[in-house]
């Protein structure tokens, strides 16, 4: 595949897929502040060298108080999912650029 970096500015996030950002999680300070709604389908995301940031740990909650902000929509709760399997979308919606 080609580098999807190149055809970024450096400045640029790309996400392949989004959600209602309300639907999947309960909001806090960097979702109310950034007030996109976006919630981050982590399946796909690229970023420059000047957006690492993007994948910046949580070192203001727990585990289990991130976990407790996430909210499976129906279809992944009749499947496999649990709030869990969702950290490194929430995570990476709550870190974008802009958010904090």
Do not use: K
């Amino acid at each position: 595949m080609f580098d999807v970096t190149d055809h970024l500015d450096r400045r640029t996030v790309c996400h392949n897929g989004q959600d209602m950002a309300g639907n999947r999680w309960r909001y806090d300070r960097f979702f109310r502040r950034d007030g996109r709604h976006i919630g981050s389908c982590n399946w796909f995301a690229a970023a420059s060298d000047w957006c690492v940031d993007l994948w910046h740990p949580l070192d203001d909650l727990t585990l289990e108080e991130a976990v407790a902000n996430i909210f499976p929509i129906v279809d992944e709760t009749q499947g496999i999912v649990d709030p869990s399997h969702l950290i490194d979308d929430y995570t990476l919606s709550r870190t974008s650029p802009n958010s904090g």
